[in-house]
C-alpha cells in the first residue's frame, strides 16, 4: 500500500513539473539580442575538475543543456531546432544527434570551441 501512495505522490509532482515547464517555461530562457543561440554540450564535455559544471558556462548569454544520453541530446537538440534558436553542439553525443536529427549545427570539437563559438554568435 505504501508503494501504490509513492507512486501517486510522484505522478502528482511530474505533472507539476511539466506542468511548470509548459507555463513558465520562457521566463527561464535567456533575454535574445538578435537571434536565440543554443548550447547542447555533451554532460562529460562541461565539467571542471569536481565541479559538474564549468563556471564559465553559468555566465553565457545562451540556453544551455547538458545531455547525459544520446536521447537525451537528441532530444535537446530537435526542442532548440523546432524554436529557432542557433544551435552549437560539443561532444560526441550532441554532434551525433544534430547529425542524426538533419539539424544544422555548428560543431565544436570541446568545450571551449563551444564557449568561443557562443560569444561569437551573440555578437
Do not use: C
Amino acid at each position: 500500500m505504501m508503494g501504490f501512495t509513492a507512486q501517486i505522490v510522484s505522478l502528482f509532482a511530474v505533472g507539476a513539473v511539466m506542468a511548470g515547464g509548459v507555463l513558465g517555461g520562457d521566463q527561464w530562457e535567456p533575454a535574445p539580442s538578435g537571434a536565440r543561440v543554443a548550447l547542447v554540450v555533451d554532460a562529460a564535455e562541461a565539467r571542471h575538475g569536481r565541479a559538474l559544471v564549468h563556471p564559465r558556462l553559468l555566465t553565457l548569454d545562451a540556453a544551455i543543456r547538458l545531455p547525459r544520453t544520446p536521447a537525451e541530446a537528441h532530444t535537446n537538440v530537435q526542442y532548440f531546432h523546432a524554436l529557432g534558436y542557433r544551435l552549437i553542439v560539443a561532444g560526441p553525443r550532441a554532434r551525433a544527434a544534430a547529425v542524426a536529427a538533419h539539424v544544422p549545427a555548428l560543431p565544436a570539437r570541446a568545450l571551449a570551441g563551444a564557449l568561443a563559438a557562443v560569444e561569437r554568435a551573440g555578437r
